[in-house]
């Protein structure tokens, strides 16, 4: 059973960073993707930054040149490097990841980001 989970969320005023975590119970070379997704209050759950196959990063556009996500193969781990933050970036942020065509959800950190 994989199981996912995310840390490094938290209140920071609008301009700041955050690093966001997903550890997860196996060896992340054994998902066919991973992703991290957001959902706003009151809002749809929305795709923010993945992994696609080879390897290579795609972002949503409200993320692109704010945000990396970057990898750590040895400790399993995948990161979301926030920067520029926005009030509109307020949301709990979920790690996703894809094995054998089953999709698996982590816990979710909360991001709040004041003005």
């Known amino acids: 059973q994989v199981q996912l989970v995310e840390s490094g969320g938290g209140l920071v005023q609008a301009g700041g960073s955050l690093r966001l975590s997903c550890a997860a119970s196996g060896s992340i070379f054994s998902f066919n993707a991973m992703a991290w997704y957001r959902q706003a209050p009151g809002k749809q759950r929305e795709w923010v930054a993945g992994?696609?196959?080879?390897?290579?990063?795609t972002y949503a556009d409200s993320a692109k040149g704010r945000f990396t996500i970057s990898r750590d193969n040895a400790k399993n781990t995948v990161y979301l490097q926030m920067n520029s933050l926005k009030p509109e970036d307020t949301a709990v942020y979920y790690c996703a990841a894809v094995q054998a065509a089953q999709q698996y959800w982590g816990q979710g950190t909360q991001v709040t980001v004041s003005s």
């Open positions: 992994f696609i196959t080879g390897g290579s990063t």
